[in-house]
């Protein structure tokens, strides 16, 4: 069984940053690309980022292109999120999702477990 548990989530400035981390258990870690996900209070949870299996394959939302940087270490079946540039509206709970294929995806039924969530807050 797999489990995925976040961490790193914050209250933090606008324009500040926060590094995200998902420690996965399970031997199907490195086997499967990994996201990142969203939910805003009253919203839909939104794909954020993803990275394949390997990792040479990375994604992301319009709206963090450029300011988030999604990684990850097979060794110590870790999923990062870099986040700078924070604004008021990247405030959300963060769920990061693996999928048990190498490919990268960007809806939530194309992922096969869930983390619980971490969240993020970030202050005008």
């Known amino acids: 069984q797999v489990q995925l548990v976040e961490s790193g989530g914050g209250l933090v400035q606008a324009g500040g940053s926060l590094r995200l981390s998902c420690a996965a258990s399970?031997?199907?870690?490195?086997?499967?690309?990994m996201g990142w996900f969203r939910q805003a209070p009253g919203k839909e949870r939104e794909f954020v980022a993803s990275?394949?299996?390997?990792?040479?394959?990375?994604y992301y939302a319009d709206s963090v292109k450029g300011r988030f940087t999604i990684s990850r270490d097979n060794a110590k079946n870790t999923v990062y999120l870099q986040m700078n540039g924070l604004n008021p509206e990247d405030t959300a709970v963060y769920y990061c999702?693996?999928?048990?294929?190498?490919?990268?995806?960007?809806?939530?039924?194309?992922?096969?477990?869930w983390g619980q969530g971490t969240q993020v807050t970030v202050s005008s």
């Open positions: 999702a693996l999928r048990v294929r190498p490919s990268t995806a960007t809806t939530r039924d194309q992922y096969d477990y």
């Open positions: 399970g031997r199907t870690f490195s086997s499967g690309a």
């Open positions: 990275i394949s299996r390997s990792g040479g394959n990375t």
